[in-house]
């Protein structure tokens, strides 16, 4: 005979916190809701866990079926437990978040989203529940992170100018960095590699591609290395 608990107790949910980088701003991901409450408001893709579902399959699952993102890498942000977050009843949703590279990740909505857009950081709409809030702690993790670990490559494609990975740089610390000082350590840190490629289809003159190496990075982390930006 199954053992039924007999007292009240929480909902679960998980939520998605998503950041992308353009040619312009630091972007994040959002769905317009279709269902009550707050239907219309923009939010965090996210949605209940089921019976037996371990929490990271919920958000994977609900990223893909509001988004159509999948395959990326999410990463525990935190817990959110106020009981007065959510109209409906008390719900305490677990917040995950990742980085993509916009460009090889094309989203739309479906399930119980109207519509998904990716937002600029500086221009977020009003956010349903408590996603302000969560959006909020997303970006302090992600300004605090990417200045101790290399996370921010996933943000970029496969091969990228030193440009544009400085300009990653200032766009997430919302700050101008010194190029020269900013090139000599990254490259001093021996975990890009230099190709023997240019940047094609641009106005300004081209520059030389580089690309992470996670092998060398990881080797050098056995040996006492320390990633600091």
Not at 60 to 70: A, F, S, V, W, Y
């Amino acid at each position: 005979m199954a053992f039924a608990y007999k007292y009240p107790r929480p909902a679960l949910t998980a939520d998605c916190v998503v950041f992308g980088l353009d040619d312009e701003n630091l972007k994040v991901l959002l769905i317009q809701r279709d269902n009550e409450p707050f239907a219309g408001q923009w939010a965090l893709p996210g949605g209940f866990a089921q019976v037996g579902e371990p929490l990271e399959k919920t958000a994977m699952r609900e990223l893909e079926e509001e988004t159509n993102l999948k395959n990326v890498f999410l990463e525990q942000l935190y817990t959110f437990s106020d009981p007065n977050r959510d109209p409906r009843e008390h719900v305490v949703t677990v917040a995950y978040f990742a980085l993509v590279n916009l460009a090889e990740h094309k989203v739309h909505a479906s399930t119980d989203a109207r519509r998904a857009a990716w937002f600029d950081i500086d221009n977020i709409p009003p956010l349903a529940f408590d996603h302000k809030k969560i959006l909020s702690v997303a970006y302090d993790r992600l300004q605090g992170k990417i200045r101790h670990q290399p996370i921010g490559f996933e943000l970029l494609p496969p091969r990228f100018t030193l440009r544009q990975l400085q300009r990653m740089y200032e766009k997430i610390l919302n700050r101008k960095l010194d190029k020269q000082n900013f090139r000599k350590k990254m490259l001093k840190m021996g975990i890009l590699d230099e190709l023997d490629e240019i940047e094609t289809d641009v106005a300004h003159r081209a520059a030389r591609l580089y690309r992470f190496n996670d092998y060398k990075y990881r080797n050098r982390v056995k040996k006492g290395f320390i990633f600091e930006m």
